[in-house]
C-alpha cells in the first residue's frame, strides 16, 4: 500500500466531524508531517543530536581535575543518569516501573542493568521486537568522529571503536543469556538505602529522588541482578572515562540516531532504520529499504499519539466485533485447561486446585487498552495525551514524547497495579503476551485478523490460528518460570516437591528435543538452545492441546471448507492454521543471532517440535506413531 491509499484509507473510516477526534488526529498528522519534512531534517543535520550528546559529556567529561569514577572518589553521576533516563536512553542501568513482584498489586520502580547493547541481539523489548547486532567496531568509531565533541582524531576515534564495543559487549556479559528469560530471576526487593549502598557510583537513590521528591512515595524498589550491578560498578570504575564517555555517546546514537539526517556524513534516515541503529526506545527495527512514510508511521507508534494513530485501524477492523468472539474463545481455553489437568499424571490433587485457581484468576486485556486510557473513549484518549504538543520540529518532537512518558510512567510508583491497560503500547501491534506478576494475558488487535484469526472463518481456522495463541499465554503461566508465581502473581514455591519433580523430569524430555534440532548459521549448523527456549517450548505444545481439545469439545459437524483446500479434514486444517503463522526465512546471520540469545527456538524448529508433541496432530495425519514425544499440560 502506498501513501495515497494510506491517507485515503483513514478518511474513510475516521470520523473527522467529531472535534476530539479530529484534534487528535490532527496533533497525530502534524508529527507524521515533521517526520515527513525530509528538507528540514536534513537541514537540521547532526545538531540536535550533537546537542544532546553535548549535554551528556558535560555531565561526564573525560578530564577533569581530581575526579575519578571510583567508588571512593566521591563522583557519583547521578545527575548523568536522570538525564539520560528522563530521555529514555540507557547508561548503565535502566529505571522501569513495574509490578512489585512481592506485591503485584503495587507498582514499583524497577532498576535493572544494561542487559543487551542498543545493538545487540537480546530478549524480546517491550514491543516485543529485537535489536540487530553490534555494529561493526569501524561503524563505531565513524560515528564517534561524527558526534563527539572537539570532532576526535581519526587516529583516536579508531581506538575507540573497539575500546567502546569491547565495553559495550563486557557490560552485556555480566548476565548469562540463560537467565535473561527469567523477567524476576535474580529480582530483589531493597529500600532506597540500600540501594544507594549498592552501587555509591551510579547514585540510583538520588536519580530516584529527583523523579519523585516523595522518599515515602517511592517505597521499596524492585533491582534485578543486584549483583551484576554491582560488578558493572567495578568495571565502569576501572575504564578509561575516555572510553566511558564514548560509550554514552554511543547510547545516545542507538537511541535517538534514526530521528537525524546529514546526507553529507550518514545514510538518510529511510537508510537509518537497520541493524546498526536501532533504539533503545520501544519501536521495532525496519527493513534498510523500508519507504519512508512507513517509517514515520512507525515513529508515531513508538514515539509518539500511539493510541490517536490506533483509531482508524480499530474502528475499520470492527475490533469491537470480533473481541466478544476472542473472549468466548478464550473462556473456552480456560475451561479446557481445567478439564485436563484432571487426567494430569504428574500433579498433585493439591497442585491441581491451585493451578485450577490460577487459571480463574487470569485477566484478560483483548484488542484494546480498557484504562490508562480506554481506548473506546475518545475524551478518555484526550485527555491521556493533555500534556503533549507536537510541532514541526521532529527530533524536538521524539524529546518531548520521551520526557512526557517518562513522567507520566515515573508517576506510577506506590499505585494500584492497573491490569487493564496495554501500558502505552499500539494496539495494532501482532502481538500477545502473558505477564507473570499481573497474571494477565493481553491479545493485542493487531493479532486479531487473518491469517491468525478472522469473524468469518471456520472455527478449526480461527482456532488453531489464534486459539493456539490463547493456550500458549495461558500455559506460560505454568512453564518453567511462571511455576514459580502464585495465583497472586508474587514469586512463591506453591507446588509441593513431588509435583516439582514431576514437572522437571517431562522438561527434561522438552531440553533433549529441542537440542537436536539444528538450524544453518554461516559457520555451518547450530544446535539450538533447549534450555533457554524451554519456556516457550511448553507454552507451543500446552497451547496447540488446549486449543485442538477447546475446538473439538464444541465442534460444529457442520463447519464450511476453506475454498482450495477442500481436501483437508478440519482437523489437518486446524493444524495447517497453527503452522502458516511461523512461515519465515531468516537470514544465516540473523538465525546465528538468534541462537545465541532468543528465547523462542526457530521457527521451523517451533512447527516440527510442537506438532511432535501433539497427539491430535499424529491422529489428523495417521502418523504411525500416536504418541507424543513430549509432554507437560
Same mark, same amino acid.
Given at each position: ?25 490532527d496533533s497525530a498528522k502534524t508529527s507524521y508531517q515533521a517526520c515527513m ?118 587516529e583516536e576515534a579508531r581506538r575507540l571503536g573497539p575500546a567502546v564495543n ?226 514541526? =520540529?521532529?527530533?524536538?518532537?521524539? %524529546?518531548? #514524547?520521551?520526557? +512526557? ?5 515515573? *508517576?506510577? &510508583? ?125 507454552? =507451543?505444545?500446552?497451547?496447540?492441546? %488446549?486449543? #485442538?481439545?477447546? +475446538? ?5 459437524? *457442520?463447519? &464450511? ?73
Open positions: 500500500m502506498d501513501y495515497s491509499a494510506f491517507v485515503q484509507n483513514v478518511s474513510i473510516v475516521l470520523p473527522r466531524d467529531e472535534p476530539t477526534d479530529k484534534a487528535l488526529f519534512d525530509e528538507s528540514s531534517v536534513n537541514a537540521q543535520g547532526l545538531t540536535p543530536l550533537r546537542n544532546v550528546v553535548e549535554q551528556v559529556t558535560n555531565k561526564f567529561p573525560a578530564e577533569k581535575p581530581g575526579c575519578t569514577t571510583d567508588k571512593t572518589g566521591n563522583q557519583s553521576i547521578s545527575d548523568l543518569l536522570f538525564f539520560m533516563q528522563e530521555l529514555d536512553i540507557t547508561a548503565f542501568t535502566g529505571i522501569e516501573i513495574l509490578p512489585d513482584p512481592l506485591d503485584p498489586d503495587r507498582m514499583a520502580f524497577a532498576i535493572r542493568p544494561l542487559i543487551d547493547p542498543p545493538d545487540s541481539p537480546g530478549i524480546k523489548k517491550r514491543d516485543n521486537t529485537k535489536t540487530g547486532p553490534l555494529r561493526p567496531a569501524a561503524e563505531t568509531a565513524k560515528m564517534l568522529k561524527e558526534l563527539m565533541p572537539g570532532n576526535v582524531s581519526d569491547d565495553l559495550t559487549k563486557a557490560l552485556s556479559d555480566l548476565i548469562p543469556p540463560e537467565d535473561l528469560k527469567e523477567d524476576f530471576q535474580g529480582a530483589t526487593s531493597m529500600t532506597l538505602e540500600a540501594v544507594a549502598a549498592l552501587s555509591p557510583l551510579f547514585g540510583h537513590d538520588k536519580v530516584l529522588k529527583r523523579f519523585v521528591p516523595d522518599v515515602a512515595a517511592i517505597g521499596n524498589v524492585t533491582v534485578f541482578f543486584p549483583d551484576a550491578i554491582r560488578r558493572m560498578s567495578d568495571l565502569v570504575s576501572n575504564t578509561p572515562r575516555k572510553v566511558i564517555q564514548a560509550f554514552l555517546v554511543s547510547q545516545v546514537d542507538g537511541a535517538l540516531g534514526k530521528y537525524v539526517s546529514d546526507p553529507s556524513v550518514r545514510a538518510p534516515r529511510k537508510r537509518q532504520t537497520g541493524p546498526y541503529s536501532s533504539s533503545m526506545a520501544p519501536g521495532p527495527p525496519a527493513p534498510p529499504d523500508r519507504p519512508l512514510w512507513q517509517q514515520c508511521i512507525t515513529d508515531i507508534q513508538w514515539s509518539g499519539m500511539t493510541y490517536a494513530l490506533d483509531r482508524p485501524f480499530l474502528i475499520a477492523a470492527s475490533v469491537d466485533k470480533s473481541t466478544a468472539l476472542v473472549e468466548g474463545m478464550m473462556a473456552s481455553i480456560q475451561e479446557q485447561f481445567v478439564q485436563n489437568l484432571a487426567n494430569n499424571p504428574w500433579m498433585s490433587a493439591g497442585a491441581k486446585e491451585q493451578a485450577e485457581n490460577k487459571t480463574g484468576r487470569i485477566t484478560s486485556v483483548m484488542g484494546t487498552s480498557q484504562s490508562s486510557p480506554n481506548q473506546n473513549d475518545v475524551e478518555d484518549i484526550a485527555a491521556y495525551y493533555a500534556g503533549l504538543h507536537m510541532t514541526s =520540529d521532529y527530533f524536538a518532537n521524539i %524529546l518531548s #514524547f520521551r520526557r +512526557w512518558l517518562t513522567k507520566l510512567q515515573f *508517576s506510577r &510508583p506506590g499505585k494500584p497495579t492497573d491490569r487493564r491497560t496495554l501500558a502505552d503500547e499500539p494496539s495494532t501491534q501482532v502481538s500477545a503476551r502473558y505477564d507473570r506478576g499481573g497474571n494477565q494475558i493481553s491479545i493485542l488487535a493487531g493479532i486479531m485478523q487473518s491469517p491468525f484469526f478472522h469473524r468469518d472463518l471456520p472455527a478449526h481456522a480461527n482456532f488453531g490460528g489464534l486459539g493456539a495463541v490463547l493456550g500458549h499465554e495461558l500455559t506460560h503461566g505454568f512453564d518453567d518460570v511462571g511455576r514459580k508465581y502464585d495465583p497472586s502473581g508474587r514469586q512463591a514455591t506453591w507446588w509441593d516437591d513431588g509435583t516439582i519433580a514431576g514437572f522437571l523430569e517431562r522438561a527434561r524430555c522438552f531440553v533433549q528435543q529441542y537440542s537436536n534440532f539444528t538450524a544453518p548459521t554461516p559457520e555451518g549448523e547450530k544446535p539450538v538452545d533447549g534450555d533457554l527456549t524451554l519456556g516457550e517450548n511448553i507454552a =507451543d505444545a500446552g497451547g496447540l492441546r %488446549l486449543a #485442538f481439545d477447546a +475446538w473439538r469439545r464444541q465442534r460444529n459437524a *457442520s463447519e &464450511p471448507k476453506i475454498s482450495g483446500l477442500e481436501r483437508f479434514t478440519a482437523e489437518q486444517m486446524f493444524y495447517i492454521s497453527f503452522a502458516v503463522h511461523f512461515c519465515d526465512n531468516p537470514s544465516p546471520e540473523t538465525v546465528a543471532s538468534l541462537l545465541v540469545k532468543d528465547v523462542h527456538a526457530p521457527e521451523f524448529a517451533r512447527i516440527m517440535g510442537t506438532t511432535a508433541n501433539s497427539r491430535g496432530f499424529r491422529e489428523a495425519f495417521d502418523c504411525p506413531v500416536k504418541e507424543p514425544t513430549c509432554e507437560l499440560f
